[in-house]
């Protein structure tokens, strides 16, 4: 099946500066990236995602961007605010079905 | 949007009771729905798929009398912990999705204690 690595497992950022999580799947017939942020206590919310065939999307400050060859996606966030401070969890699918979700990132914004 | 409903949000048990959480697809029909587990500031580990009308396919290592999963309609998937014990309590969180459509709404979540 998929397997879906994801680093770091923590970071911090001071307000303003921009983050960066990545991820790597292993099965190239994955089609589908989601990025999920999750606030302590509450549902994974989809941020943004990207399918297969577009190798970058941009939603305002939130960016992710999709290297097939390599099988990894990354999720960029410009000019961090508290309000950023989450954790968040890429996945990857092939069928739309059943999602693999990565191991998550704690990120802290200071203001 | 798809909405999924999940309740109760928290509950607090005795050891060796039963608890029973429910999940509903609100504005939609759920082919497919799944079951995590989540530890404090850990990722979603995927406990069980179900699927309406067929039994749930449990991932390796779930214990699937502890666990029991009934999807009896499109719209309803329920987990019941059987004999709960302290190392049970957990983040448990539904998901659900429709066939043929790349999307996956979460429910909001059920904090279980087992005291």
């Known amino acids: 099946g998929e397997n879906v690595e994801q680093h770091p497992s923590t970071l911090s950022v001071q307000e303003g500066d921009s983050a960066v999580i990545k991820c790597t799947y292993s099965d190239s017939a994955s089609n589908y990236f989601p990025w999920y942020k999750q606030e302590l206590g509450k549902r994974p919310q989809l941020i943004i995602d990207?399918?297969?065939?577009?190798g970058e999307k941009k939603d305002q400050r939130i960016a992710v961007t999709l290297n097939k060859t390599a099988k990894h996606f990354s999720l960029h966030i410009t000019e961090t605010q508290p309000e950023d401070s989450a954790v968040y969890f890429c996945?990857?699918?092939?069928?739309?079905?059943?999602?693999?979700f990565g191991t998550g990132t704690s990120l802290t914004v200071i203001p | 949007g798809a909405v999924v409903s999940q309740h109760p949000s928290r509950v607090i048990c005795k050891s060796g009771t039963s608890v029973k959480i429910e999940c509903r697809s609100l504005d939609f029909q759920a082919t497919t729905m799944f079951w995590y587990r989540q530890f404090p500031k850990k990722s979603l580990m995927l406990m069980a798929t179900s699927n309406e009308g067929s039994k749930a396919t449990y991932e390796q290592g779930v214990e699937k009398d502890k666990f029991l999963i009934n999807h009896a309609s499109l719209t309803l998937s329920t987990l019941t912990v059987t004999s709960a014990h302290p190392e049970d309590s957990s983040f448990y969180i539904c998901?659900?999705?429709?066939?043929?459509?790349?999307?996956?709404?979460f429910g909001s979540g059920t904090r279980l204690t087992v005291v």
């Open positions: 998901s659900a999705s429709i066939s043929g459509f790349y999307g996956y709404t």
């Open positions: 996945a990857a699918t092939l069928t739309g079905n059943q999602f693999y």
């Open positions: 990207i399918r297969s065939n577009v």
